[in-house]
């Protein structure tokens, strides 16, 4: 019979043991907009970026599509 050659600690034993799950993440529905979105961030919407369910920036592009890439540079 296998024995241990260290002694398991209590803290390793119990994280071994819980049946603690990945849960969803909430999600609601935005009564201006009628978007589902993330709590607590910012979304987009046909282009405006909307936050707390207002406007907070109009025509909203992100940094990176806005540089476009130069296959030129060499």
Not at 32 to 37: A, I, K, Q, R
Not at 50 to 74: Q, R, T, W
């Amino acid at each position: 019979m296998a024995h241990p050659k260290r002694r398991t600690s209590s803290a390793t034993r119990n994280k071994r043991r819980s049946h603690y799950k990945l849960t969803p993440k909430p999600v609601t529905l935005c009564a201006n907009t009628g978007e589902l979105h993330l709590r607590h961030k910012a979304y987009v919407v046909d282009g405006d970026l909307y936050l707390n369910g207002k406007v907070a920036i109009k025509d909203y592009a992100p940094v990176a599509a806005a540089a476009p890439l130069d296959s030129d540079d060499e």
